[in-house]
Structures are given as C-alpha cells and as structure tokens.
C-alpha cells in the first residue's frame, strides 16, 4: 500500500513528465514558420521560446482552474486517476512524436481525465457543462485561427501590394522574431497551466488545499514553468517539419500573418474576462497557417496533409482516454 504523500510525489512527477514532454512535443508550434522561414536558426528559436514560454507559464492561472472545477468534481480526482490521465496523456504525446504527428496535449490530458475518471466511478461523475464548454473552444479555436489568419493575410497583401516581395520578406523576417515570441509566450501560458491545474487537483484530493480554493500555489506555478521550458530547450525537429513546411510553403510575411493570428486566438481564450479556455495551440497554429495559405490561393494548402492532421486530432482523446482508463484499472490492481 503506497502512503498518500508517495501518491502526491508520483503525481507532481508525473505532472512535471507532461509538461516537459509537452514542451518538445509543442515548441514546434511557437518557433516552426520562424525556423522554415529562416527567421531565426533553429538554436536561437529553442532559446527564444524556452524563455517566453516559462514567462508566459506564469502569467495566470484561469485556465489551472477551469480545468480542475470543470472535468470531474475533486472530491473524485484521487491521486490515482491523476496518474492514470497523466502517463495516458505522456503516452500519447510520446507516440505522435515520434511520428511526428502534431496531436494536440490538450486533447490529450483531457482525454486522460475522462478515461481515468470513468474507469474510477463511471462517467455520471463528469462534468458535462463543463466538458462541453472546453470540446466546444478546441473545436471552434483553430476555426477563429484559420478565418483570422486568411483577414491578416489579406490585409497584409493589401498593404504592400506595391511593395517589391524581396523588401517585404527582409523586413516581416525581422518582425517574425517578435510573433515566435509573443506566441511562445501565449503557448506558454495556456499549455502550462493544464498541468497546474491537475496538480492542484491532487493536492485537494489529499487534504493539503481546500477544495474551494483551486488557485494553484506558487511552488506548482514555478515548477510547471521550468519543466515546460526545460522540455521546449529539447526542441521538436519532426513535428517542425511538419508545421513549417508540409501544410503550405511558407514565406516570413506568410509566417509572421501565421504567428499574430494564432497568438491573438491563444491570448483570447486564456486571458479574455470570464472565458479562460484551455485550447490546442497545435490546432490553433495549423488552422493559421491554413487560413493564411488560403489567402494566397486555396490550392496552396496541401489539404492532404491536413486532413491528415485532422484524423489525429480527432481520436486523440478517445485514444488518450482508453490508455488512461486502462492504466488505472493497472494501478488499482497494483496499489
């Protein structure tokens, strides 16, 4: 029998294992349009966005707390079924990274919840306002991303139409460093605060916060933070090749068009009055990057690829939730 404080030990792991993970799995989608486009070698991008992405892990802690009030009630979060949602949600991310799949971690954590919380105490525990709330902003995100990145892009075309091509690349190539930043900030902190918001969880599982105070404490802040930076400094390669080249030829006007919209959409959903949405920056930057190939023409997009993509993104969190349900079914065996 393990004693609850070993339980709570294994879970901040856990939850510090996601975050890392999370960060190489989605650095891709901060620093991949500066990196194809040649913005910024692929050394300076890691660094770049490993210091904006633990700087925007701290900024707030909405959406921490949307996920812990919102999937399945505490008093059911034991620290059992977070372990299970976690090493269900790490070993999703592990799989589509290697294949460099670009699947979303918020589908994936999310996924997670469901599948352990179910396997615990079936799925009348769950939220489903609160479940509906959060499918509804990952589904209608990367929808905002893609129709905001083809208005910027065509805006963009609008104002340099005159412009000869070569002078407007050099110049938005320098602004694109200023987008991977504030999008690596704005990735930083809406992804971060998932795994705060699961630790929080645990803690008022084992009595150590009450359950009406689901703000995460300062040492869970700092700790995702570091973990999401440390794993971002890892980098991504595979799942950069993807997002930077494979949907639409990116060029850094096209690039930086990709980054403002997306970043605009993330901050929205993490900082708007009385929203404080998780969202799938992957989903978010690849409907971007969609919306600004369209502006240049719908057949410049290889839809391919993205229906591809789309596939992924819609097993994952059955996928994450059969994984997860299983493992703990695992751990109540074991434990």
């Known amino acids: 029998m393990i004693s609850p404080g070993?339980?709570?030990?294994?879970?901040?792991?856990?939850?510090?294992?996601?975050?890392?993970?999370?960060?190489?799995?989605?650095?891709a989608n901060a620093i991949a349009t500066s990196v194809s486009t040649r913005a910024l070698t692929p050394r300076r991008a890691v660094v770049l966005a490993s210091c904006f992405n633990f700087l925007g892990a701290l900024y707030s802690t909405g959406v921490a707390q949307t996920l812990a009030k919102d999937i399945v009630s505490p008093q059911y979060a034991t620290s059992e079924v977070v372990i299970a949602a976690l090493l269900g949600a790490i070993v999703w991310n592990l799989i589509t990274w290697y294949f460099g799949i670009p699947s979303s971690s918020s589908h994936a954590i999310i996924g997670g919840m469901i599948g352990a919380a179910a396997a615990h105490a079936g799925f009348g525990i769950l939220h489903w306002n609160g479940l509906t709330k959060i499918v509804l902003a990952l589904i209608f995100s990367p929808?905002?991303?893609?129709?905001?990145?083809?208005?910027?892009?065509?805006?963009?075309?609008?104002?340099?139409?005159?412009?000869?091509?070569?002078?407007?690349?050099?110049?938005?190539r320098k602004m694109q460093i200023l987008s991977a930043a504030l999008l690596a900030?704005?990735?930083?902190?809406?992804?971060a605060?998932?795994?705060?918001?699961?630790?929080?969880?645990?803690?008022v599982?084992?009595?150590?916060?009450?359950?009406?105070?689901?703000?995460?404490?300062?040492?869970?802040?700092?700790?995702?933070?570091?973990?999401?930076?440390?794993?971002?400094?890892?980098?991504?390669?595979?799942?950069?090749?993807?997002m930077g080249g494979k949907i639409f030829k990116l060029e850094p006007i096209n690039g930086f068009a990709a980054d403002l919209s997306s970043s605009l959409v993330i901050w929205t959903a993490t900082a708007f009055p009385g929203l404080?949405?998780?969202v799938s920056t992957t989903h978010v930057v690849s409907g971007s990057i969609m919306g600004v190939g369209s502006a240049k023409r719908v057949s410049a997009v290889r839809w391919g690829v993205a229906e591809q993509m789309l596939m992924a993104w819609v097993v994952t969190i059955p996928s994450t939730a059969l994984i997860a349900g299983f493992i703990f079914k695992i751990i109540s065996l074991v434990i």
Do not use: E
Request: charged share 10%; glycine share 10%; hydrophobic share 55%.
């Open 6 to 27: 070993a339980l709570l030990i294994l879970v901040v792991f856990s939850a510090l294992a996601f975050d890392y993970i999370n960060g190489f799995h989605d650095t």
């Open 143 to 172: 929808i905002a991303g893609m129709i905001l990145g083809f208005i910027i892009m065509k805006a963009l075309f609008f104002i340099f139409k005159r412009v000869a091509p070569s002078k407007v690349n050099h110049g938005f």
């Open 185 to 191: 900030f704005n990735h930083g902190s809406n992804d």
């Open 193 to 203: 605060q998932k795994s705060m918001g699961i630790i929080t969880l645990a803690l």
């Open 205 to 242: 599982a084992v009595g150590m916060q009450a359950s009406t105070n689901l703000v995460p404490p300062l040492w869970v802040k700092i700790a995702c933070a570091l973990a999401m930076a440390a794993g971002t400094s890892i980098g991504g390669w595979r799942i950069i090749r993807t």
């Open 276 to 278: 404080h949405l998780p």
